[in-house]
């Protein structure tokens, strides 16, 4: 069976700083392309950062220099370190697995920037 579990969440003040886990299980976490979705109210879904098996990480532009996704293959971890947040960084953030054909997610966790 396989599960993608996220931690890390919270309330955190404008300038703050949080960061997430995914913890993974089920899979070959190492072959696995990873990512991080987010999702804010009454928006899509959209892809935040990824990661390659061979640890090429993307960003999109809203998040590039603040944002950075990290892996760990022998925890079976995927993490993403935010800095300087900003109050429309506030959504649930999903993890998401991808590797020829086939995508998992996680259940998510509620990131709120507020002050």
């Known amino acids: 069976q396989v599960q993608l579990v996220e931690s890390g969440g919270g309330l955190v003040q404008p300038g703050g700083s949080l960061t997430l886990s995914c913890t993974t299980s089920?899979?070959?976490?190492?072959?696995?392309?990873m990512n991080w979705y987010r999702q804010a109210p009454g928006k899509q879904r959209e892809l935040v950062a990824e990661?390659?098996?061979?640890?090429?990480?993307n960003y999109v532009d809203s998040v590039k220099g603040r944002f950075t996704i990290s892996r760990d293959n022998a925890k079976n971890t995927v993490y993403l370190q935010m800095n300087s947040l900003k109050p429309e960084d506030t959504a649930v953030y999903y993890c998401?697995?991808?590797?020829?054909?086939?995508?998992?997610w996680g259940q998510g966790t509620q990131v709120t920037v507020s002050s």
């Open positions: 089920g899979i070959i976490f190492s072959t696995y392309v």
């Open positions: 998401h697995a991808r590797f020829v054909g086939r995508g998992y």
């Open positions: 990661i390659t098996s061979a640890g090429s990480a």
